[in-house]
């Protein structure tokens, strides 16, 4: 019963979808004229992801091989609104530079290309191999347009990504009693030697194992009385992880939409064990892998050179996602970030940081200052830029409260953490774009200090988005801003007169 209605919420969004106004100036007179005139050229990121023209959503398909990053991704080639997905393709070898590439998987009779995944086939199972390169095997959805059917199928690439061909016999899996079911994420599992899925089906995610990719056996489905249910659930991933000694756990990362810790599209997460068949957790709360509200069906890069849980989002959440006022595409990535987990107050949790390769995008020092009572920034060129990292450690031994206010003269985006409630606040509800029907833009993140009092916070800004990380990636939180005109301004201040920052530094961002 419950799956039905959530089949039916969720067909009725696809139809919305499909349906909505594609006229860019309808959408963009949601906003202002001024937002308009700053358009595209202000509010394109530099040194994230975005596809040259028109829409995108979900990363798909991102894996390494042979020196390159792939990252695929739904995409609609005709409107920067929704519509029939195709897999976009772009590569980088850094992380920071990407190359966009032809469309890599266009709808067939099948239907449209939903989200997936893709492996690096080494040993053949498939028989997909015809030359001297692994074969990529792409595990992606087939979505029939005229009953919303969803089906899971394969395409083959022996040229490292360059061309597709879709596997003859697709669909390799159907679900006739689910509606939902939908973005296979496929793994090795060395232990068992063989393939496993992880699929969203419903509001639960389901397993199944498979020794060529090309006959699926289901397992076992996970997700019924644990975790946030407010919505459908997408986009699975499953993958071992590590604390800093080594020791290893199982993470399953379940993005769902609507139901997100701040409204909307987010992503929860369990950890746990995996026997290459069960999942299982003893975990009772509901944990997030962001705060913010811009950071949905992430997944993490397949075959990762060194071993990282290398993980990346889509920067947008499907509440405004279509709305938003940059001209000509739509949506950007999040910077990667490495993912492993830590105890914090007895509690186990996954840890988000950026990773080394953010030293490509950082630029020359603009300012490093220690032990201030404050500080502020007026006027700044590199903050009008819109684009820096700024680093600053706080102190929170004698202050309750403190707050980081980056802006100018008519708006800002404020970040407040208070020691007492133990929660950050970040308010972009006057920051210029009204992101409308999300909790009054106030978004919340409960974080606890530790015993030193100290709270680190890293904040990576580029355009049209800030991802803010507290104390290493403990907790996170992405978002999209628009300006109605530059932010030039910084302030950092306390509650009261004391020297509360230990540290203060701000890098230009090249590119
Ligand atoms: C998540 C999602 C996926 C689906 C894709 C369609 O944002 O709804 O579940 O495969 O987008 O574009």
Known sequence: MKLLKVSRI???TFLTLLFSNCNEDEILSNSTAELVTIGDKDYRPDFHFTPQSNWMNDPNGMVYYAGEYHLFYQHNPDASVWGPMHWGHAISTDLVNWQEMPIALYPDDLGNIFSGSIVVDSNNTSGFKTGSESPLVAIFTHQNPAN???TQSL???NDKGRSWTKYENNPVLVNNSIVDFRDPKVSWHEETQKWIMVIAAGDEIMFYSSPNLKNWEYKHSFGKNVGAHGGVWEC????KIQDENGQEKWALLVSINPGGPNGGSGTQYFLGDFDGEIFTTTQESTLWLDYGTDNYAGVTWSNEPNNRNLFLGWMSNWVYAQNVPTKGYRSAMTFPRTLNWKNINDENIIVSELPTELVYAVGRKVIEKTDASG????????????????????DF???NEAKIEWGNKSSSVVINYNKVTGELLLDRS???YKFNNLNGNILKCPYVLPDSNQLKISMLVDKSSMEIFLNDG????????FPLAPFKNLEISASKEIQFIKKIKINQLKK
């Open 430 to 432: 006057e920051s210029g």
């Open 474 to 481: 403990e907790r996170v939180l992405t978002a999209l801003v």
């Open 10 to 12: 969720l067909l009725f």
């Open 397 to 399: 031994s004698a202050i």
């Open 148 to 150: 919303n059917n969803q």
């Open 155 to 157: 395409a083959f690439s």
């Open 236 to 239: 699975p991933d499953l993958f």
């Open 375 to 394: 500080f502020t920034l007026i006027d700044d060129e590199t903050l009008g830029e819109g684009k820096f990292y700024l680093e600053t450690t706080l």
